[in-house]
């Protein structure tokens, strides 16, 4: 039982390319999230997923997509990546709005 | 638009002492709070959850309040050791959202 795993750990892109991060879970859970942490600013939801087939908009979706073809995944795009897109990107998952949600260990992005 | 508050920010600590780390936030229309735990270039390990109901909860050492009404929770470590050492972080749901606190780094010296 891997929990959330995500992949890649490390991505450097250069401003203009694009890339998608992919978010896999082993735990049948219904909610996916997508968050991004800075320093100062806590971590903050991109976008989520309440089951196969759907998306939602979060606190911070401007410049990403994303998309949930399978219940295990949710992926995260950057069609044109920007520098303050810099950041460590979490996937997280539950299996309802009432219970915890568990984290995977984060892809750290840098866009030059 | 709520608000999640973590004092202090920063914590140095001797081994074997009590904490006490704390967490505000500002609408008390909540469905639960996490507490978590972040190690260094790592990713968040969930602690504690209580929901809005409930008054506290415990696993091991620690030990999690929740005063809804107040608008406060606290996160008890006992004995701390320092393997306790990491960022606390504490989050809360509103409707299917939820708000992170900017964390409390612990440090817990032998």
């Known amino acids: 039982n891997a929990g959330v795993t995500q992949t890649p750990k490390f991505r450097v892109l250069k401003t203009g390319q694009s890339m998608t991060l992919l978010c896999a879970q082993d735990m049948n859970h219904e909610y996916m999230y997508w968050y991004r942490q800075d320093p100062g600013m806590g971590l903050r939801l991109i976008h989520y997923s309440v089951g196969e087939g759907t998306t939602a908009k979060g606190e911070v979706p401007d410049g990403y997509n994303v998309s949930r073809l399978k219940k295990q995944n949710f992926l995260l795009g950057l069609e044109s990546a920007a520098p303050s897109q810099t950041s460590v990107y979490f996937c997280?998952?539950?299996?309802?709005?009432?219970?915890?949600?568990?984290f995977g260990p984060g892809t750290r992005l840098t866009v030059t | 638009k709520q608000e999640v508050t973590q004092i202090p920010a920063a914590l140095s600590v001797p081994e074997g002492e009590n904490l006490v780390l704390n967490c505000s936030f500002t609408?008390?229309?909540?469905?639960?709070l996490q507490w978590f735990r972040q190690d260094p270039g790592k990713g968040l390990t969930s602690l504690l959850l209580?929901?809005?109901?409930?008054r506290e909860q415990t696993s091991g050492r620690l030990n999690a309040s929740l005063d809804k009404s107040s608008g406060r929770s606290t996160l008890y470590i006992a004995a701390s050791q320092p393997g306790d050492s990491a960022t606390y972080l504490c989050a809360v749901r509103n409707t299917d959202k939820l708000i992170f606190g900017t964390g409390t780094r612990l440090q817990v010296f032998p």
């Open positions: 609408d008390s229309a909540i469905y639960n």
């Open positions: 997280a998952s539950s299996q309802t709005l009432a219970y915890e949600q568990y």
């Open positions: 209580i929901q809005s109901s409930q």
